[in-house]
């Protein structure tokens, strides 16, 4: 039973987190804090039907034990009142670990990261040519310093107030021994009466000593069962306000920002301020500008991972914060810059993006064809079948590259998507690998644009791979200050020929 309880809580956890529909509150360290310590405590909750059943054949035991000091003196019934004081001071002392928990989330956070960055491949080889090892193990000792200091100091104040409710329960329990002796030395009760009072106290006092152990624990599983009633509510919060219009099946018009405006959770600048922008349905639109123009939170946007704080978006006329996000989302292809490194077998890593065609081996081809990535297959050991990634058996490891090709891959599972994302998708490929990429895009984007008039959005960083596109945007400070062809905004002068040009002198 504790180890289904356990996998239910691991499952009921990801689908919680998995289920809101943005990813606000995976950037927000308040809840990733709250996370880590129902993530530490959730396994006691696996023990709760073992407690149960012993809380049950205890309060039984209490009750004869206390049925038998009535025959002997009525007044030892008073001993287990003096348990009152030992279990409100359990109850205290785990309100102080508890709040240990809360004080050292963030510093367990930092520690398991650390251990990440230490042990896993991704980190080893500047870890060695920096000489960061040491370092690395000092942060990591000094993290858990402060943790068994936080966690030591809320231990001695838990001590204190538990050894203060032990003090007040045995001076009940000297008191009934002083009372028996002195039933039996004035004569008001044989010795045989004695002993079994001084058998059911001590009894008494074992049960009680097991009593506080159960309600201390009953307190835990209370606590860790309201961090998990918590994340449930802040899932159902964030989608009880989601309206659910269906998803068009064609774009007719097109998806316009007008005056839109966006800041993240927990900071006081807009990322973008005032955006208006019109993509036509059947473009193909390149988004371009310096870093932290507010490229990628453009794209953000538009995929629903946040809703805009100003301004409003549509599609077809039709706010896009009343479409339904899952199924909007059905309609959508992305490939991103920071991509997912998925260690499956090579067919499902691709496959994943349609997830109803993820054993559909003609699909998966087709995408690979369409990314540029059959090569990357065709050179594995057991081609589709072969296992990804180092870290489990045999898997093949694959280059930055690789792994960004099969990401785009990938992207191209979806056949009809109506908008089709690619941010910064070519960022670890050469230059002329991205150019032949974007001519792989452009061909996919007439066809999609032609069967139900699909747009087509890139974000690069390379000028001339975009210059094809049926409309370039140029982006800073938040704002749409340039958008035409590509010969119209080399003529127009502005930010993009000087950005174009200074790159363009960079690649001879």
């Known amino acids: 039973l504790k180890e289904h309880t356990g996998l239910y809580l691991d499952r009921r956890i990801i689908e919680l987190v998995t289920g809101i529909a943005g990813v606000e509150h995976l950037e927000r360290p308040e809840y990733l804090d709250r996370l880590e310590v129902l993530r530490r405590e959730a396994y006691i909750l696996g023990f709760a039907g073992i407690h149960i059943a012993t809380a049950v054949a205890l309060a039984a035991q209490i009750g004869a034990t206390g049925l038998l000091l009535a025959t002997v003196n009525p007044l030892l019934l008073a001993v287990p009142l003096f348990a009152v004081a030992s279990f409100w001071s359990g109850r205290r002392a785990e309100a102080i670990r508890q709040a240990a928990l809360d004080q050292t989330a963030v510093r367990y956070r930092l520690a398991r990261y650390l251990f990440g960055v230490a042990t896993a491949p991704a980190a080893g080889k500047e870890l060695r040519v920096y000489g960061l090892g040491d370092e690395l193990l000092g942060r990591h000792r000094r993290v858990w310093d402060e943790i ?275 941010d910064e998708p070519t960022a670890a490929l050469d230059a002329a690998a991205e150019h032949r990429l974007f001519q792989r895009y452009t061909a996919t984007a007439a066809k999609l644009a032609a069967l139900n008039g699909a747009i087509t959005l890139v974000v690069s960083h390379r000028f001339s791979t975009v210059r094809v596109a049926d409309l370039i945007v140029v982006v800073d400070d938040g704002k749409v200050i340039e958008a035409g062809t590509h010969d119209e905004l080399m003529a127009a002068g502005g930010l993009y020929r000087e950005l174009y040009d200074l790159q363009a002198r960079a690649y001879r």
């Open 148 to 422: 068994d200091r936080i966690a030591d100091a809320a231990a001695i104040r838990g001590l204190a107030w538990t050894t203060a409710g032990w003090v007040v329960f045995t001076a009940g329990y000297g008191s009934a021994i002083a009372l028996a002796v002195s039933q039996a030395v004035s004569g008001r009760a044989g010795l045989g009466d004695v002993v079994l009072a001084l058998a059911l106290v001590a009894q008494i006092n074992r049960q009680v000593s097991l009593a506080v152990s159960i309600v201390g624990t009953a307190a835990r599983m209370a606590r860790v069962a309201d961090r998990l009633m918590w994340l449930d509510r802040y899932s159902c919060a964030r989608r009880a306000d989601l309206e659910h219009l269906p998803a068009p099946a064609v774009l007719t018009s097109g998806i316009e920002l007008r005056g839109v405006s966006f800041r993240y959770p927990d900071t006081d600048v807009d990322v973008l301020d005032g955006l208006d922008l019109f993509i036509p349905a059947g473009a193909t639109v390149a988004v371009v500008g310096n870093n932290g123009a507010g490229k990628s939170t453009l794209v953000k946007l538009l995929c629903r991972f946040y809703d805009r704080t100003g301004g409003t978006i549509t599609v077809d006329g039709t706010d896009l914060a009343r479409i339904d996000v899952d199924e909007w989302r059905q309609r959508i292809a992305a490939g991103f810059q920071d991509f997912a490194r998925l260690e499956l077998v090579a067919r499902q890593s691709i496959g994943v993006g349609d997830l109803p065609a993820v054993d559909d081996e003609l699909a998966v081809a087709a995408a690979l064809e369409k990314a540029g990535a059959a090569d990357v297959t065709g050179a594995l050991p057991l081609g589709l079948e072969t296992h990804l990634g180092p870290s489990f058996g045999d898997g093949a490891d694959l280059s930055g590259g690789q792994w960004q090709k099969l990401a785009l891959a990938r992207a191209m599972m979806r056949r009809h998507p109506l908008l089709l994302i690619l």
